[in-house]
């Protein structure tokens, strides 16, 4: 293996886990998590991106995730039910 090979391979691990090798924008990571059934797995999911790509996250970012959800569920069901379960 040449040194080249061996360096992207370390490059990809980091703490002893593999790294997102394509890497994200907030704003691609905020998408993919609408894209959840749920709010709890969006939130996840939303995280798990957000660490990969070695960023953080943000009351804001909860916020919007909130609202989206709230809104695809309907206002009225979700003060009555709160946010539907897994």
């Not at 886990?17 to 749920?38: E, F, G, L």
């Amino acid at each position: 293996m040449s040194h080249s090979l061996w360096y992207t391979i370390y490059k990809m691990i980091k703490n002893g886990r593999k790294q997102n090798v394509v890497p994200t924008t907030r704003k691609q990571n905020m998408a993919a998590a609408k894209t959840c059934k749920t709010y709890n797995k969006a939130v996840g999911l939303f995280r798990a991106l957000q660490w990969a790509n070695n960023m953080g996250t943000h009351g804001g970012d909860f916020s919007e995730l909130e609202t989206f959800f709230i809104e695809k569920q309907g206002l009225v069901d979700y003060v009555e039910n709160g946010f539907k379960k897994d």
